[in-house]
């Protein structure tokens, strides 16, 4: 900032140049502009991450999203895909990759996990699932119904809610077919929803 002599009084910008006066003094200085800082590494992956986790919701089939929704409503979430960003953001990559498909969330709530639960192929193709009921707090979550999503594991963006699967949670085991999915590695999330619908259970994970 240099003081000048002012004898047009001229005030404002010229060029690289802005003359300024105070009082009677006057003084020039340069026209500094304000440069944005670039976003961080750390910023950009985040926003990438948030793309494909919005796109993998977008795509979601309406059985799903269904599962989601009530999930949401049974944690005070306010909609199903609130709820799944929340609990699926962390476990995808900026590149459209999911690090780990055990940690895949659709659901959760008020009512009970199930123990010990396992899975397998038998030989003609079907999948069974048993557990233990131990964890139940509650005789009426007895009559709570297994709802299960399937993920092909080389179709990893493209779950389905798994027709004709009748089982409650009291029965300790289920048997059903995967459609589309023979010969493949499936991973299988479950849940376990109250009669009326309003009761959600964790997801729990199976791979067969």
């Not at 199930?114 to 038998?122: H, I, N, P, Q, W």
């Not at 009291?170 to 010969?183: K, T, V, Y």
Request: glycine share 10%; charged share 30%; hydrophobic share 35%.
């Amino acid at each position: 900032m240099a003081l000048i002599e002012n004898v047009l009084d001229m005030r404002g910008q010229v060029g690289e140049l802005v003359v300024c006066k105070r009082g009677k003094t006057s003084y020039v200085r340069r026209n500094v502009e304000k440069i944005k800082s670039p976003a961080s590494r750390m910023q950009e992956t985040m926003r990438r991450r948030w793309k494909v986790a919005i796109r993998f919701y977008q795509q979601l089939p309406e059985g799903v999203r269904r599962v989601l929704n009530g999930a949401a409503r049974d944690c005070g979430e306010w909609s199903g895909y609130n709820f799944f960003l929340k609990e699926n953001l962390k476990v995808l990559t900026e590149d459209g990759e999911i690090t780990d498909l055990g940690l895949l969330q659709f659901s959760a709530g008020t009512r009970a996990r199930v123990g010990s639960l396992e899975g397998r192929r038998t030989e003609e193709g079907r999948v069974e699932l048993w557990w233990d009921n131990s964890p139940m707090t509650d005789e009426e979550e007895g009559e709570d119904r297994l709802v299960v999503i399937a993920v092909a594991e080389n179709r990893m963006f493209s779950p389905e809610e798994v027709k004709g699967v009748d089982a409650a949670r009291e029965d300790g085991f289920a048997r059903f077919s995967l459609d589309n999915m023979e010969g493949r590695k499936a991973h299988l999330y479950c849940c376990f929803v109250s009669p009326d619908g309003r009761g959600y259970s964790r997801t729990q994970h199976v791979a067969v």
